[in-house]
Structures are given as C-alpha cells and as structure tokens.
C-alpha cells in the first residue's frame, strides 16, 4: 500500500527548471517536487509520495490525515526519518 502525506507548503522556486518547493509535514520540512502541481501557492496543502506532491487537498482534509497519523503513532516516524532538508 501506498501512503500519500500531506504537508503544508511553505516556499516555492525553480531547480534545474523544475518547480520544487519546501514542504512542512507537521514541523518537518522537505524539499519536494511540485511539478506535478503547478498552481499550487504558498499556505497552501498537497498530498506528497515519495518526494512528489501528487495533489492539492484543502487544510481540514489536511488535517484529519495528521490527527490519524498522530493516533497510530506515525508523526513520530516522520519525524525521525528527518534527513535535515
């Protein structure tokens, strides 16, 4: 099974002319490619796999995912896989 993150989207900027943006999944953040979405603005939500942001999503679905992923104890995973982006 595939799991998609969401994650709150903080900066957005062009590397090697690829939209790319830094991305906060609960306090972690990210570098992540948004190409994929290229409407997406700052303050703004999306749903992230494996460092590709898949969708946008809006802040309330956004936050039922975190408050499910907190209760199986998976914010805490997230945070330790951290590599310092």
Known sequence: MCL?????????????????GKVSFDGVVKKICLDHVPE???GEYVLVHVGFALSRIDEQ?????????????????????????
């Open 4 to 20: 998609g993150v969401p994650g709150k989207v903080i900066d957005t900027f062009r590397e090697h002319d690829i939209l790319m």
């Open 40 to 42: 997406v603005e700052p």
């Open 61 to 85: 679905y956004a936050r039922e995912v975190f408050e499910l992923l907190d209760s199986m104890g998976e914010i805490a995973e997230l945070k330790l896989e951290d590599p310092g982006s």
